[in-house]
T-cell receptor, first 114, second 113 residues
Framework: DVKVTQSSRYLVKRTGEKVFLECVQD?????MFWYRQDPGLGLRLIYF???????EKGDIPEGYSVSREKKERFSLILESASTNQTSMYLC?????????????FGQGTRLTVV | QQQVKQSPQSLIVQKGGISIINCAYE??????FPWYQQFPGKGPALLIA?????SEKKEGRFTISFNKSAKQFSLHIMDSQPGDSATYFC????????????FGAGTRLTVKP
């Protein structure tokens, strides 16, 4: 059974803290993604990675960075958390080079910044 | 700016009715249009998808209709059931590599018994 695992379901952090969200996939997928989900705005792409150490900005990268040192792991970093980063964060992965490629999602991390 | 526009934001349907969700896209490079279904507390999961070389795809009670000239596509849920109550997202990407996949804003569907 394919699996994308996010390290935490719920996190509460203080303003100004450095926050790490971790994601691991066991499907040997090349692509990995970080989205944030907010009511009325849907899923907005923060960053994606198509290979180890490779990354591309999505639509809302400001205030975030990412790290992909191993193929199976993709980390989202909030350098200095702010209250407007309170949200649901979703990690996903997918294959490349196959037809009609499907994205597989983790269960999400609900982050609250106080 | 949202590259994929989805409506309505919420939808309430009686059991047995038809649920219709609409999406429009801008980027003509997109050639793969999936729909994802998300239940509370879960991540989205692929429900059904269509390529632009067909105008309709049906899987059970779920049908995607696609209008390439209008750059629009829609999801129809026939004989809607309370178990279909979820949030639905349309998306658009390229078929062979979805690292540019973009999602709509989502539709929260409630099917009343």
């Amino acid at each position: 059974d394919v699996k994308v695992t996010q390290s935490s379901r719920y996190l509460v952090k203080r303003t100004g803290e450095k926050v790490f969200l971790e994601c691991v996939q066991d499907m040997d997928h090349e692509n990995m993604f970080w989205y944030r989900q907010d009511p009325g705005l849907g899923l907005r792409l923060i960053y994606f990675s198509y290979d180890v150490k490779m990354k591309e900005k999505g639509d809302i990268p400001e205030g975030y960075s990412v790290s992909r040192e191993k193929k199976e792991r993709f980390s989202l970093i909030l350098e200095s958390a702010s209250t407007n980063q309170t949200s649901m964060y979703l990690c996903a992965s997918s294959l490349t080079g196959t037809v009609n490629t499907e994205a597989f999602f983790g269960q999400g991390t609900r982050l609250t910044v106080v | 700016q949202q590259q994929v526009k989805q409506s309505p934001q919420s939808l309430i349907v009686q059991k047995g009715g038809i649920s219709i969700i609409n999406c429009a896209y801008e980027n003509t490079a997109f050639d793969y249009f999936p729909w994802y279904q998300q239940f509370p507390g879960k991540g989205p999961a692929l429900l059904i998808a269509i390529r632009p070389d067909v105008s309709e795809k049906k899987e059970g009670r779920f049908t995607i209709s696609f209008n390439k000239s209008a750059k629009q596509f829609s999801l129809h849920i026939m004989d809607s059931q309370p178990g279909d109550s979820a949030t639905y997202f349309c998306a658009a990407s390229r078929r062979y590599n979805n690292n540019d996949m973009r999602f709509g804003a989502g539709t929260r569907l409630t099917v009343k018994p």
